[in-house]
């Protein structure tokens, strides 16, 4: 009982104050470093041995003209839901589609299920403190959407554009996705933290990605657009090794280039209150691992 009420306790009343009134919050200590050191030696290892045919190398992008120019026709993106798939940084191959860079620092991300099939992945996932924090969000069914592993790679991780986690994750009604972002490495303004414009989840959203029709290309399209954001409405969240931000699925959030010498590794997963709540199947991501938590 000692240990529950603790789990619980993980995130104060004051936590939850904060996630509400701005859309996300930034928590210490999810992980002990020892955990995050294990999360990133089992990616280590999963990247040394990944094969990816040389038509599925794909770059990842948050602009809107080169997401349906690469991952809208890539069917290796489209299928990757209920797989473990790699996602790479711009200008690691040559126009042969082989490396010229180290492997270790070519991917820009690991998704979508790693939280289905890789047992360090899953066992934080589902964590007592994950429980504590389901609980406190006031989450009465959740599932797991999806699980992705973030490298921002030093001086060349990317640029992450304004965006609402809702525009890729749409729910009827809205606000019924929450996004988790551990860091397993100091997230810094140096290396990328995550900035946020505080309140903005409480404005909907004005874009979203859908499936095309069957049988039509490009097999993703866009409806609507991203609205331009003033630069002085974001405020950083940087986070300590071992810390979380809870995200609400439709606050506004961004990082920058990662111009230092430091990596920004994060594993990061979606949670979706499935109890009177519909999953759009119009949504990219069709074929779901869903993990529902005890």
């Not at 999810?30 to 990944?50: F, T």
């Not at 903005?200 to 029709?213: A, C, E, F, L, Y």
């Not at 630069?231 to 111009?259: M, Q």
């Amino acid at each position: 009982m000692k240990a529950l009420a603790e789990n619980m306790d993980f995130m104060t009343d004051r936590d939850m104050q904060t996630y509400v009134e701005d859309g996300y919050v930034v928590l210490d200590a999810l992980l002990s470093p020892r955990e995050c050191d294990e999360l990133r030696q089992r990616m280590s290892e999963i990247v040394e041995q990944m094969h990816v045919p040389e038509h599925c190398r794909t770059t990842f992008s948050t602009y809107h003209d080169e997401q349906l120019k690469t991952q809208g026709n890539a069917d290796y993106f489209i299928t990757s839901g209920d797989k473990i798939r790699f996602f790479f940084e711009k200008g690691v191959f040559d126009d042969k589609g082989e490396f010229i860079v180290p492997r270790q620092t070519s991917v820009n991300k690991v998704g979508h299920a790693l939280h289905a099939y890789e047992p360090l992945y899953k066992k934080v996932t589902h964590s007592p403190k994950m429980q504590g924090v389901a609980k406190k969000l006031g989450l009465r069914s959740p599932v797991i959407l999806q699980s992705m592993y973030i490298f921002k790679q030093p001086g060349i991780g990317g640029e992450v554009t304004p965006h609402q986690d809702a525009t890729f994750l749409y729910t009827e009604p809205l606000g019924r996705v929450v996004g988790v972002w551990i860091a397993l490495e100091d997230a810094t303004v140096e290396n990328g933290c995550l900035w946020f414009i505080p309140g903005s989840q409480k404005n909907g959203i004005t874009r979203r990605m859908v499936r095309s029709p069957k049988g039509t290309y490009p097999l993703t399209n866009f409806i609507g657009q991203e609205q331009t954001y003033e630069d002085n409405k974001f405020v950083p969240a940087p986070v300590k090794k071992g810390g979380v931000v809870l995200i609400h699925g439709e606050v506004v959030h961004r990082s920058h280039e990662n111009t230092s010498e430091s990596s920004r590794h994060v594993y990061t997963f979606h949670m979706m209150e499935s109890q009177d709540a519909k999953w759009s199947p119009e949504n990219w991501q069709v074929w779901l691992v869903f993990i529902r938590r005890n």
